[in-house]
């Protein structure tokens, strides 16, 4: 399980042995699988924008539709 900040009370740890690693992402079809990818690659470089995120040694799948919507974990 994965630490949670504690700052606001609100999060908790998200438990990453139920989402999909990054590498072993796939959908429904190639073009799916491909959109998803596109969408990973813009999520990494949104969190890489910020001062606060230096690197982003891991990610996770949750859940997605490509093009449309994807969950996104890191750390």
Do not use: H
């Amino acid at each position: 399980m994965g630490k949670a900040s504690k700052k606001n009370g609100l999060a908790k740890p998200v438990e990453v042995a139920q989402l999909t690693p990054i590498e072993q992402m796939s959908g429904d079809s190639k073009k799916d699988t491909l959109l998803l990818k596109e969408m990973a690659g813009e999520a990494r470089e949104f969190l890489l924008s910020f001062k606060w995120c230096r690197n982003i040694r891991r990610s996770w799948f949750g859940w997605g539709v490509g093009g449309v919507c994807a969950v996104f974990s890191s750390k």
